[in-house]
């Protein structure tokens, strides 16, 4: 399922909106207990979820302009890249429902135009959870298949012991692809690529080749070891695989939206690759030896980057089990 201003388990918490059955009030009066129909049962919202829509719903939202009238929403779950026009505000994820009153107003402040797309760079709540919102705000969702298919069925997060009910039928996109999409819209060209299985295996990429801005999901946490969910199509090599293709394809210029974090450049990019590489690298040697995962975290593998990436050795313990798990 989300610079380390949060800690690990609020910004991994990653949004879907819980469905729930509205009941009103029943008069007991005059009924015997065999005559009171049954009450549904009402799915649990899981705590992480519930943890990150109260954080956000404080959040305040801090609008950065990119380039070639690209701009970032940073607050509300994951960084949402915004494109207006006449063509309608085009969203790059719709982050936590409860800070829809402060992005409602953060769009309002970039322009009166309305929304008419929202792109889901994955599935993950923290990411998705605003999507019904926007729906109704008037936008067509687009989305890898994968997110469709996820979005619309039960879903278990091993590592937050959650399980995620499926989202609301206005939050599930109506558009899907499989690989790449091309879009023009508001005078500009979008390419979407599907990473394969990355971060999830839902994960896919955006370009504004003509802004040179790149928006690359949770495949970059810029500043802090990122959360790998093994559960939905994850793995350690797969993150390697999709920063290698994110580096492919930016420049020394290109501007670079990571799902957390503060907006980065290729530079940042690649110490990022190189610490998910080292990792991945010691975590493996240390388990052929025959060591456990408890037996590998005390043996800090990854201690010369702890401190600037994990915040410590206790926030990179999460870190190197996602890496054990798949080496």
């Known amino acids: 399922m989300t610079c380390q201003p949060l800690s690990r388990r609020k910004f991994l918490a990653t949004t879907f909106a819980a469905s729930a059955y509205c009941l009103g009030p029943r008069s007991l009066f005059g009924q015997s207990s065999a005559a009171v129909p049954a009450v549904p049962a009402v799915p649990a919202v899981p705590a992480v979820l519930a943890e990150g829509r109260a954080t956000a719903a404080k959040a305040r939202i801090t609008t950065q302009p990119l380039r ?16 207006p026009g006449k063509d309608g505000k085009l969203l790059i994820d719709s982050g936590y429902a409860t800070s829809q009153p402060q992005l409602t107003a953060a769009l309002a402040a970039l322009s009166s135009d309305p929304i008419h797309h929202l792109i889901n760079t994955h599935w993950h709540f923290d990411h998705t959870d605003g999507n019904d919102w926007v729906h109704s705000a008037g936008a067509t969702i687009l989305a890898q298949v994968n997110t469709k298919t996820r979005l619309s069925t039960t879903q ?25 999409r091309t879009l023009h819209l508001n005078g500009t060209t979008l390419h979407l690529a599907y990473y394969g ?66 907006i980065g450049n290729k530079a940042q990019l690649t110490e990022y690759h190189t610490v998910l590489v080292f990792a991945r ?47």
């Open 68 to 83: 070639g009238n690209v701009s970032a929403l940073l607050g509300s779950g994951g960084n949402i890249a915004v494109l």
């Open 156 to 180: 278990t997060i091993a590592a937050f012991d959650a399980t995620i009910p499926p989202s609301p039928a206005g939050a599930i996109p109506t558009e899907t692809f499989t690989d790449t």
């Open 281 to 327: 690298d010691k975590v493996a040697a240390l388990k052929q030896q025959g060591k456990t995962l408890p037996e590998v975290v005390a043996a800090r593998p990854t201690a010369i980057y702890d401190e600037k990436w994990g915040g410590g050795a206790k926030g990179a313990a999460a870190f190197i089990g996602y890496v054990y798990q798949g080496v």
């Open 197 to 262: 299985p990355a971060h999830t295996d839902t994960d896919i990429s955006i370009h504004f080749p003509d802004a040179d801005v790149l928006h690359v999901g949770d495949t970059w946490f810029n500043g802090f070891y990122p959360f790998i969910d093994y559960s939905t199509g994850g793995s350690i090599n797969g993150m390697i695989r999709a920063t290698e293709k994110n580096l492919a394809a930016v420049g020394p210029n290109t501007i670079i939206i990571p799902g957390h974090g503060p």
